[in-house]
């Protein structure tokens, strides 16, 4: 029992911050202020953007920034890594919030946050290396294309359609921008966005993004434009915390949604994760206090009206170009969104809604990275399919969705190249010490194959086809040991090859049986159908003798003296 409890609490222990997090923040704390700064100015219309994207508005995607920001900073297993709504949960959330308002949203955060807890009790971080780089990069490309339509409607000036689909809510504001223009809010998100992509190539450490939205609200305030549409007003300050929003008899139909809204939070948070750990040397980020972290992010931060938040690769990004050393450049983020939240709320509501749009559509446009596309298209056919695949599902579908699809053919088609590599090829006997009249005699009655690479359920009727195609014989050895692994269903085709080849009056032997491949045929019955007089044979020359041995009794051989024992390079023989 004592034992027990140690280990369970050695497991919390593992999860929760440690010392040497504060004395990486105490290293370098000036960088870190300075990143901090940065960042919480890029992530500020990004967070007001996403929250209004979201449906739940802008107080939430701040609230999120700042509330989820923080905690992740703090229980996070990254020392980078900035935290907040992204753009990939907005895609997810949009249809939540059409189907269960507001409160389902909040809801279904808190339950993610709990799911996250218990992947990163259930150590479920490391599987995050076995998603394929196609799937990654067909997942983003999706995602950039679901968060550019998102913005279409707030860009041409237009009243969100009706709808939970991309495509469908794009062309019917396409429609209503026909029926009445509204160029003013098309000049604003051309312009903030073409400021933002052209002033990246520019001065890149230069956040001009909020450059731009500084000087389109400048403009839209003094030139009194109507047509440019504000965020609305914005509370000064965060709610106080509350669970009023919880339905506990709507827990049940949320779950599907939760399970989503936790399988990309913890999808995303660790891709994050992992870009930072590439973008510096010496860091490494902790795959389950990570998820740990998220998870007590979006626990908390629905209490306060946020919305689901992940670890977010741009302002991730963005941490570690502007030198960023410790959890502190992140804890610095929250802060000055909180500070903004208290004392320039007034202000931040004055921004249009165009220009959000604007950030963001040049955000989904940066996420596109065409050399990591172009190489993914040139290295097989297999790896263009898959990212093809993933993001049509991903715009199609959803990105939960989006990501099976990408895994499940991924799977398929690996399976099908280690298949391929499994091989079935006839080798002629060892002559040995065999006269060339005797070994002339052995080979007109008995036939080996080597079976070379996986015998699993993708190989194995192939090679129940080829097998079972033997004639002429009245022996087969299969020669095994360079047989790399055997499924239940590649024992059971083999001992289905080998009952028809007997029922035929052909008697198949085996050599080189490893002990696992020993086992898997035992627990189907087929290993006692490879022996001969109950033996195993180990070599090759010793199925040979067995053979010979089956052939004389069965009077299709002539007896022959004794032979002299075999050499040992002969015995080694597989």
Not at 271 to 291: C, N, Y
Not at 405 to 419: D, E, F, S, T, W
Request: hydrophobic share 55%; glycine share 8%; with cysteine.
């Amino acid at each position: 029992m004592t034992s027990q409890i140690s280990r369970v609490w050695a497991r919390i222990a593992a999860l929760l911050p440690a010392r040497a997090d504060l004395t990486e923040m105490r290293r370098d704390p000036r960088r870190d202020l300075l990143a901090g700064l940065t960042v919480a100015i890029v992530a500020l219309p990004l967070a007001l953007g996403f929250g209004v994207s979201s449906g739940l508005g802008a107080a939430a995607g701040l609230a999120t920034a700042v509330v989820a920001g923080a905690l992740a900073a703090v229980f996070g297993g990254s020392n980078l890594q900035v935290s907040g709504p992204t753009g990939a949960m907005t895609v997810v959330l949009v249809p939540i919030v059409g189907e269960y308002g507001p409160a389902g949203v909040l809801t279904v955060g808190l339950m993610a946050g709990v799911m996250l807890v218990a992947l990163a009790a259930l150590k479920a971080g490391r599987y995050m290396q076995y998603i394929p780089a196609p799937v990654v990069e067909g997942f983003t490309l999706g995602i950039a294309c679901v968060i550019g339509l998102q913005q279409i409607p707030n860009a041409l000036g237009v009243p969100k359609p009706e709808g939970d689909r991309v495509l469908v809510v794009t062309w019917r504001a396409i429609e209503e921008f026909a029926k009445s223009p509204n160029w003013t809010a098309v000049g604003f998100a051309v312009a903030v966005a073409a400021v933002m992509l052209v002033g990246a190539r520019w001065r890149p450490t230069v956040p001009f993004s909020i450059l731009a939205v500084i000087a389109a609200t400048v403009v839209a305030q003094a030139a009194g434009l109507d047509a440019a549409k504000p965020i609305g007003d914005l509370p000064a300050g965060l709610p106080a915390p509350t669970l009023s929003f919880l339905d506990l008899g709507s827990l049940s139909t949320l779950l599907a949604p939760a399970v989503a809204v936790a399988a990309l939070a913890a999808l995303e948070s660790l891709l994050s994760a992992s870009v930072a750990d590439g973008m510096t040397v010496g860091q490494k980020h902790d795959p389950d206090r990570e998820l740990f972290g998220q998870g007590l992010a979006n626990i908390a931060a629905p209490l306060f009206g946020g919305v689901p938040a992940t670890g977010a690769i741009a302002r991730t990004a963005v941490n570690v170009r502007t030198g960023a050393s410790s959890r502190l450049a992140a804890l610095t983020h929250a802060a000055i969104l909180a500070l903004i939240v208290f004392a320039a709320a007034p202000l931040v509501s004055k921004i249009p809604l165009a220009a959000l749009a604007g950030v963001l559509l040049a955000t989904a446009i940066r996420m596109v990275e065409v050399g990591s596309l172009r190489a993914m298209a040139k290295a097989t056919r297999s790896d263009a399919l898959i990212l093809v695949l993933t993001a049509v599902a991903t715009l199609a579908l959803d990105l939960v969705y989006a990501v099976i699809i990408g895994l499940a053919v991924a799977g398929a088609l690996a399976l099908r190249a280690v298949a391929k590599q499994a091989r079935f090829d006839q080798v002629p006997l060892d002559r040995g010490d065999h006269s060339a009249e005797e070994h002339a005699l052995l080979a007109e009655h008995i036939v080996a194959y080597r079976i070379d690479g996986p015998l699993f359920f993708a190989a194995a009727h192939r090679f129940l086809l080829e097998l079972t195609e033997v004639a002429d014989v009245r022996v087969v050895i299969l020669r095994m040991s360079r047989v790399s692994t055997m499924d239940a269903t590649g024992a059971l085709v083999l001992k289905d090859a080998v009952e028809k080849l007997n029922r035929r009056g052909i008697l198949v032997l085996a050599s080189g049986v490893r002990p696992g491949q020993r086992q898997v045929l035992e627990s189907v019955g087929a290993l006692d159908l490879l022996r001969h007089e109950g033996r195993e044979y180990a070599t090759t020359p010793e199925a040979i003798r067995a053979a010979r041995a089956h052939l004389e009794t069965a009077g299709v051989l002539p007896a022959l003296p004794a032979q002299k024992p075999r050499t040992s390079s002969e015995e080694s023989l597989r």
